[in-house]
Nanobody, 122 residues
Framework: VQLQASGGGLVQAGGSLRLSCVTS????????MGWFRQTPGKEREFVAA????????NYAESAKGRFTISRDNAKNRTYLEMNSLKPEDTAVYYC????????????????WGQGTQVTVSS
């Protein structure tokens, strides 16, 4: 199983980006797909998760109301729509897959994408 994240870039504060994560070599239908982010010197932190089978989504407090996670099972893609971006959202964003339902814990994710850089300027 391989995950590949894309869609990062440089955006001004208040702007939007949509991250995409495509999975190859397996299906994500029964798994939880998550997005995490990491800044230098800090631990990776949970951003959002989705489980299509249980029709559930979960967000970190920092993401609620601004970010939306979604799935396209036909394309094996998971998206993170990010609106009203703030400079503190600057990080490398990773997509990952977990066999645990709606996990927010990094160690419960077993497959990871390579990360995509999001930079929000003030």
């Amino acid at each position: 199983v391989q995950l590949q994240a894309s869609g990062g870039g440089l955006v001004q504060a208040g702007g939007s980006l949509r991250l995409s994560c495509v999975t190859s070599g397996g299906t994500d239908r029964t798994y939880t797909m998550g997005w995490f982010r990491q800044t230098p010197g800090k631990e990776r932190e949970f951003v959002a998760a989705i489980n299509w089978l249980y029709n559930r989504k979960n967000y970190a407090e920092s993401a609620k109301g601004r970010f939306t996670i979604s799935r396209d099972n036909a394309k094996n893609r998971t998206y993170l729509e990010m609106n009203s971006l703030k400079p503190e959202d600057t990080a490398v964003y990773y997509c990952a897959r977990s066999a645990f339902a709606m996990s927010t814990i990094e160690r419960e994710y077993d497959y990871w994408g390579q990360g995509t850089q999001v930079t929000v300027s003030s």
